[in-house]
């Protein structure tokens, strides 16, 4: 199931930024023994392909951390992670790693499963983070977006190594997703809460 491990953590890293797995995917590919692509993804560890998925990157790095400029910048991306997760997971999970030794074993059949499979993981997680930056510039004034969005940064980093390198760990990795989708989902609730309750007093007073 290391197979299945690697693709999950490649395309949740990629809900949180697009272009963290496939550059780091390319790189390692590229550059070390860590991943050997399959055929259809080897444009990946292309100079060209890495060069412009870089520049990507350090556009998608700025925009993500200036406030409302985060928020358009989430709506461009709600098309362009969910592709870059369906890719990852596709090229991850077909891969030959360090702890993956015969990856096509798993998807022998129905190639468009992983795809599919890295969609939807993609857009969950680009979901949590869409709708957690709202609450983090209300409850900071702002000053919270590029601390939650160099946090974020780290962690699609962190979570693409690890797919790659040590997939078992990818678990402690969606732990920590599912704890921050039931901190947005509470705080949202608390602020709903609280502006009911302010409508309420104005109504009463007013």
């Not at 390319?26 to 890495?50: H, V």
């Not at 609730?189 to 502006?195: G, H, Y």
């Amino acid at each position: 199931m290391f197979e299945v491990l690697t693709g999950t953590g490649l395309a949740a890293s990629a809900g949180l930024n697009a272009y963290i797995p496939l550059l780091t995917m390319g790189l390692l590919a590229r550059y070390t023994s860590a991943i050997d692509l399959p055929s259809g993804s080897a444009w990946l560890t292309n100079g060209w392909t890495l060069t412009i998925l870089s520049i990507l990157l350090a556009i998608e790095m700025v925009a993500d951390k200036v406030p409302v400029v985060d928020h358009v910048n989430d709506v461009v991306q709600t098309f362009v992670r969910p592709t870059a997760g369906g890719l990852a997971f596709g090229a991850g999970s077909a891969s030959e790693t360090v702890t993956v030794t015969d990856p096509g074993s798993f998807f022998t059949s129905n190639q468009w499963a992983p795809i599919a499979a890295g969609v939807v993981i993609a857009l969950v997680v680009h979901g949590l983070k869409a709708a957690s930056r709202p609450v983090v510039n209300v409850t900071t004034a702002g000053f919270g977006a590029p601390v939650a969005s160099t946090a974020e940064d780290i962690g699609s980093v962190v979570m693409s190594v690890l797919a790659i390198v040590l997939p078992v760990l990818v678990l402690g990795g969606l732990g920590v997703l599912v704890w921050a989708a039931v901190w947005v989902v509470r705080r949202r609730n608390r602020r709903r809460r609280e502006r009911a309750a302010s409508v309420g007093t104005r109504h009463l007073f007013g």
